[in-house]
T-cell receptor, first 111, second 113 residues
């Protein structure tokens, strides 16, 4: 079992729709979770961090964390073609500032 | 822009050669981590430096080594290059005193022929 699992996609949504990206993890002790966006050929860019169960909203983005079920998700409202990218889910290993990444989900937003 | 810089941008080497990649962390950031990202995969943790000392290592062989300098910049050295070392190498910096967010540099694309 991978430590952080994501569906590779692609997830295709029409412009203006809600995109829902999901991630599961295996270590129940994980405390810190991150969503990064990566455009092709570029480096990862932090979108959101989340530490507590529940929802965290930032503009069009909402991260959701459920530690009991060991999943974290990212919702993107009013999806735009510029949101087309690979979204990487990561957890921090043992509060060590070391990140364990999933393999990413590719999102395509159709105009 | 994150303030983290890396050089070179691209590099082509042949099997068996050695390579050094460089990273300048964001001002004030005392922790630098290196990651390897193969095509179609997520970044994999190589190792981390904190105040010039190695502070944890991922599942990479000893031919991957590093340094951190007093100004917190860092180098990643890879000896005896193999074809599978072809990847995007990313460094990320953070200031432990204030955040656990890591900021990535633009990466170095290494191709091993």
């Amino acid at each position: 079992q991978k430590e952080v699992e994501q569906n590779s996609g692609p997830l295709s949504v029409p412009e203006g729709a809600i995109a829902s990206l999901n991630c599961t993890y295996s270590d129940r002790g994980s405390q810190s979770f991150f969503w990064y966006r990566q455009y092709s050929g570029k480096s990862p860019e932090l979108i959101m961090s989340i530490y507590s169960n529940g929802d965290k909203e930032d503009g069009r983005f909402t991260a959701q964390l459920n530690k009991a079920s060991q999943y974290v998700s990212l919702l993107i409202r009013d999806s735009q073609p510029s949101d087309s990218a690979t979204y990487l889910c990561a957890r921090e290993r043992d509060s060590s500032y070391k990140l364990i990444f999933g393999s990413g989900t590719r999102l395509l937003v159709r105009p | 822009e994150t303030g983290v810089t890396q050089s070179p941008t691209h590099l082509i080497k042949t099997r068996g050669q050695q390579v050094t990649l460089r990273c300048s962390s964001q001002s004030g950031h005392n922790t630098v981590s290196w990651y390897q990202q193969a095509l179609g995969q997520g970044p994999q943790f190589i190792f981390q430096y904190y105040r010039e000392e190695e502070n944890g290592r991922g599942n990479f062989p000893p031919r991957f080594s590093g340094l951190q300098f007093p100004n917190y910049s860092s180098e990643l050295n890879v000896n005896a290059l193999e074809l599978d070392d072809s990847a995007l190498y990313l460094c990320a910096s953070t200031d432990r005193a204030s955040t656990d967010t890591q900021y990535f540099g633009p990466g170095t694309r290494l191709t091993v022929l």
